[in-house]
Structures are given as C-alpha cells and as structure tokens.
C-alpha cells in the first residue's frame, strides 16, 4: 500500500514553467527512489527523471536534461519536477512512481511497482 497522488499540470505555452508534485507515504518517502516518468498520445511511457531517497543522486534524460528539475522534500513527503522551458514535444501524462526493483534499471518502467494516477501537461504555441 504505497499511494501516490500528482498534482500541478495544466496547459502552458511554450517557453513557460510549470512544477508538478506528487504526494506520497512517509515510508515511500524516505525509503525509496523516485522516478517520473510521461505517456504521449499513440506512445510508450519514456523515462523523464529520477532521485535517490537522500534527494543527492539525480538523473535525467537527455531530452530534458538543464530544463527539467527533480527534487524532493521528505519532511512533506513530496517529489516535485519543476519544468522550465516547455517545449511542444514535452505534451504529456506525467506519472510519478516508487522505484521498488534494482533491474533492469532506473530508465525502465519495469524496476517501479507503484504509480500515481498521471497528471496531463499540454504545451501550445
């Protein structure tokens, strides 16, 4: 029982920012990994980035990578990604997610067991 709940997406114009959070349990919090990961329309869900449970490692993806910001407060029990010059391809559903398994590794979908419910963020010109 690991619930997760996003909040904070909308619509935004390119160039814009926003900053999602998701709200976690004081367990997931402080003894897990977390990732985010986003869903387009007719693709796959792709990796977008993830933080250890101290909030010291971070990794992201080259698509996104000196935009994006991962981070994590887990006094509030919250992971955020603050999103900072959006650009048209980075419409999406946004998950957040525990990572609960060392394989296949931190990009894959597969080493996460829970998620939360998606959040979308549209971005337009």
């Known amino acids: 029982q690991v619930p997760l709940a996003e909040s904070g997406g909308g619509l935004v114009q390119t160039g814009g920012s926003l900053r999602l959070s998701c709200a976690a349990s004081?367990?997931?919090?402080?003894?897990?990994?977390m990732g985010w990961f986003r869903q387009a329309p007719g693709k796959g869900r792709e990796f977008v980035a993830y933080i250890g449970t101290s909030g010291g490692s971070t990794f992201y993806a080259d698509s996104v990578k000196g935009r994006f910001t991962i981070s994590r407060d887990n006094a509030d029990n919250t992971v955020y990604l603050q999103m900072n010059s959006l650009k048209l391809e980075d419409t999406a559903a946004y998950f957040c997610?525990?990572?609960?398994?060392?394989?296949?590794?931190?990009?894959?979908?597969?080493?996460?067991?829970?998620w939360g419910q998606g959040i979308q963020v549209t971005v337009s010109s």
């Open positions: 004081e367990r997931t919090t402080s003894s897990y990994g």
């Open positions: 997610a525990v990572r609960t398994a060392v394989l296949p590794g931190i990009t894959s979908d597969r080493a996460y067991s829970y």
